[in-house]
């Protein structure tokens, strides 16, 4: 059974640029959130999608945008890139959207605004 | 609206010897709560959660938590400590409807030899 896999590792954009985010969820799992996280916080979630559909979001700006396709893997973009979101952008799945349900977390994508 | 404050950034203790991972949690409702590892440079790990069947939580690794509601609280412990588990831990919970995760800030985990 494959994990939860994210690409690219690492990135380095400047401010203004747009960036996309790639996610591949667990196999049998329909649901993957995505969530920042800054240097030494914890991870501050972003968005839910639960069979292609934004499910839920958290205080992000529009430019913070998402998909998920009929195979559940799921891409972040975020727009107007700004030097704070330089930060490691973790996605999750799980087997449902309900609250007890576990999130099996990607390595993370670092990337950094210059 | 929820809420997780973990107490202290920072946790030291020798090898062999007693961890105690302090979280404290707000919530209107019967929350769930669950305790993430992460490793430097890799994503989080769950070593354990509470879904309201036991108060006492056995996970992963050896550890555990207690549900105390009175205390609003969700504790994690290992009786004795490991070189390998010097890592940054996450107490979380999750909000009502399901979609949401709340995460405290992290305590780091330092075990001395």
């Known amino acids: 059974e494959t994990g939860v896999t994210q690409s690219p590792t690492h990135l380095i954009k400047t401010r203004g640029q747009q960036v996309t985010l790639r996610c591949s969820s667990q196999s049998g799992h329909n649901t993957v959130s995505w969530y920042q996280q800054a240097l030494g916080q914890g991870p501050q979630f972003i968005f839910q999608y639960y069979r292609e559909e934004e499910n839920g979001r958290g205080n992000f700006p529009p430019r913070f945008s998402g998909l998920q396709f009929p195979n559940y893997s799921s891409e972040l973009n975020v727009n107007a890139l700004e030097l704070d979101d330089s930060a490691l952008y973790l996605c999750a799945s799980s087997l449902g959207a309900g609250e007890a349900d576990t999130q099996y977390f990607g390595p993370g994508t670092r990337l950094t605004v210059l | 609206a929820q809420s997780v404050t973990q107490l202290g950034s920072h946790v030291s203790v020798s090898e062999g010897a007693l961890v105690l991972l302090r979280c404290n949690y707000s919530?209107?409702?019967?929350?769930?709560l669950f305790w993430y590892v992460q490793y430097p440079n890799q994503g989080l790990q769950l070593l354990l959660k509470y879904t309201s069947a036991a108060t006492l939580v056995k996970g992963i690794n050896g550890f555990e938590a207690e549900f105390k509601k009175s205390e609003t609280s969700f504790h994690l412990t290992k009786p004795s400590a490991h070189m390998s588990d010097a890592a940054e831990y996450f107490c979380a919970v999750s909000d009502t409807g399901g979609f949401k995760t709340i995460f405290g800030a992290g305590t780091r985990l330092f075990v001395k030899a």
């Open positions: 919530s209107s409702v019967p929350p769930y």
